[in-house]
């Protein structure tokens, strides 16, 4: 019989035991499996891997722990702009969205794009102006906004640098809070067809108009029923660098690697050798599994037919 499976990221980074209390790291977890949970039941009910993703996602940027769409991270400008994206393995359609403002769920708004657009990937104006049209929910400026966001943002805007949600750069003793992510989901359904998607606010004090590998199609998020669905959270510019979810689609294509041995590949080597910090979550159309990262946690999550499942932060 297909196996069918569903891994979910809520981000990585610096995500250190002795720095969360264990009130918050249920909070985590409470908040993965809420969303896995919902996610595997579209699996179960034979719904599409697509469907399974859209529906996880759409609850970890409901949760205010995760940045993406209601917890996400400020800009330089102490806004918030948003990433997303979604990949169909079966059909190779995909949709995209950068740099929107006030899109309630933006991964909505991706799956909009792929359904619904003749185009794959929308920024800004054009792609909120496309939400509006399309009938996606926005939300007010103050649906955005959290006070430990805003003070993790305020601590270095007036610096050029910019963070990855859990680790900082140059200012670590200035940003205490390095426990939010990134969200990311992937999918085999019991038919076999593969998806990914994944949706972010970016990174702390990312310039304005600064578009992450999240929305790449290729780097952050693949899908590919022959191959892989990867979607990836990490300092963004070297994952864009070394093209990360579509290069483990390549050693699978060209050199048999397993998703496994693959994965491993690209974080632990190629993304080391750039400095490039993070991880990704995949599957296969074989309803495999896997969870690769070569920072110090990664939120994470899975659970399949044959009954496995686990939940896990740190390394
Ligand atoms: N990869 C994301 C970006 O660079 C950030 C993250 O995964 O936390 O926009």
């Given at each position: ?63 205010i ?34 740099a929107i ?11 909009e ?29 103050e ?56 949706s ?22 693949y ?71 070569n ?21």
């Amino acid at each position: 019989m297909q196996q069918f499976s569903l891994v979910i990221h809520g981000g990585a980074g610096t995500i250190l035991k002795e720095d969360m209390s264990p009130a918050l790291e249920q909070a985590y977890q409470v908040g993965m499996q809420e969303a896995l949970d919902a996610g595997y039941k579209v699996l179960q009910n034979e719904g599409s891997a697509v469907d399974a993703i859209q529906t996880a996602i759409v609850i970890l940027e409901n949760n205010i722990l995760f940045n993406a769409g209601r917890g996400s991270v400020f800009t330089k400008k102490g806004l918030q702009e948003m990433d997303a994206a979604i990949m169909d393995g079966a059909s190779l359609e995909a949709g995209a969205v950068a740099a929107i403002r006030n899109v309630k769920n933006p991964i909505k708004l991706a799956a909009e794009v792929m359904l619904n657009s003749n185009h794959v990937f929308l920024s800004g104006k054009g792609a909120n102006d496309f939400a509006i049209k399309q009938g996606v929910a926005l939300a007010p400026d103050e649906y955005f906004y959290s006070q430990f966001r805003y003070d993790q943002w305020k601590a270095i805007r007036d610096s050029d640098a910019y963070s990855l949600d859990h680790t900082n750069h140059h200012l670590e003793e200035l940003l205490k809070d390095k426990k939010f992510g990134t969200v990311g989901a992937v999918a085999c359904d019991s038919k076999g067809n593969i998806a990914g998607a994944t949706s972010t606010g970016g990174m702390t004090n990312k310039k304005y108009g600064r578009i992450g590998d999240s929305p790449l199609i290729g780097s952050g998020t693949y899908a590919n029923n022959k191959t892989c669905a990867i979607s990836c959270t990490g300092h963004g510019e070297m994952f864009i660098r070394s093209v990360a979810a579509y290069d483990v689609s390549c050693l699978m294509e060209y050199k048999g690697l397993s998703l496994q041995a693959a994965m491993e590949v690209v974080v632990h080597e190629k993304l080391i050798a750039l400095n490039g910090e993070g991880g990704m979550i995949g599957v296969d159309a074989a309803g495999n599994t896997a969870m690769v990262f070569n920072s110090a946690g990664m939120y994470r999550a899975f659970q399949n037919s044959n009954g496995d499942s686990a939940i896990a932060i740190y390394k």
